[in-house]
């Protein structure tokens, strides 16, 4: 079956603008987590979402945002882009939420903020 | 909230010695803990993983072990192969409380297996 999804795979963008990077998980997993990924800062959690809640969120500010759709498709949102907001953006389903197991992860979107 | 150090950053071995990744937690709550290897330019994908009722599992050429007073666990690959190059990343999760999935990583390692 197909894996996770994540598009656009590359994006160049100039600060103060905003981007929504978008997440298709695996077909039947219904929770869909994302990551930012730095040289610097290694894996770190953004959010959560299950059955269309916001299950969990970590520690970035409010620019950062998402959503989760009916089909478990998702999508999250930068607005007002930083410099530092250049990064891989890994998004990651699983069967179900919060029993631990395999996360699936898709390819990323790269982000580069000029 | 949940911290993962993990050490070395950077691992250089021959083909065929054993590598060892190590990282601590802080939070006494975490209680799932999976290894996950990234090659150049791939996803991250899980390699394996153990839950703090278990002190050690074994795959093949990879082990995991846990000491869950220490509150470290270990990564050990034998008979390392060049395939084996990767960033390698450990992790913590409290299953069934309130974090749901949410994985704290480690800064991750670089292994570079020398043929």
């Known amino acids: 079956k197909a894996g996770v999804t994540q598009t656009p795979r590359y994006l160049i963008k100039t600060r103060g603008q905003q981007v929504t990077l978008s997440c298709s998980p695996i077909?039947?997993?219904?929770?869909v987590s994302w990551y930012q990924q730095t040289p610097g800062q290694g894996l770190q959690f953004l959010f959560e979402?299950?059955?269309?809640?916001?299950?969990n969120k970590g520690n970035f500010p409010g620019r950062f945002s998402g959503r989760q759709f009916s089909n478990s498709r998702s999508e999250m949102n930068v607005s007002t882009l930083e410099l530092g907001d250049s990064a891989l953006y890994l998004c990651?389903?699983?069967?179900?939420?919060?029993?631990?197991?395999?996360?699936?992860f898709g390819e990323g979107s790269r982000l580069t903020v000029l | 909230g949940e911290n993962v150090e993990q050490h070395p950053s950077t691992l250089s071995v021959q083909e065929g010695d054993s590598a060892v990744i190590k990282c601590t937690y802080s939070?006494?709550?975490?209680?799932?803990f999976p290894w996950y290897k990234q090659e150049l330019g791939k996803r991250p994908q899980l390699i394996i993983d153990?839950?703090?009722?278990?002190g050690e599992k074994k795959d093949q050429r990879i082990a995991v072990t846990l000491n869950k007073t220490a509150k470290h666990f270990s990564l050990h690959i034998t008979e390392t192969q060049p395939e084996d190059s990767a960033v390698y990343f450990c992790?913590?999760?409290?299953?069934?409380?309130?974090?749901?999935?949410?994985?704290?990583f480690g800064q991750g390692t670089i292994l570079t297996v020398h043929p």
């Open positions: 153990i839950r703090s009722n278990v």
């Open positions: 979402y299950f059955s269309e809640t916001q299950r």
């Open positions: 990651a389903s699983s069967l179900v939420l919060g029993q631990g197991g395999e996360l699936f």
């Open positions: 939070d006494s709550a975490s209680n799932y």
């Open positions: 992790a913590a999760s409290s299953v069934g409380g309130t974090s749901y999935g949410k994985l704290t």
């Open positions: 077909s039947g997993h219904r929770s």
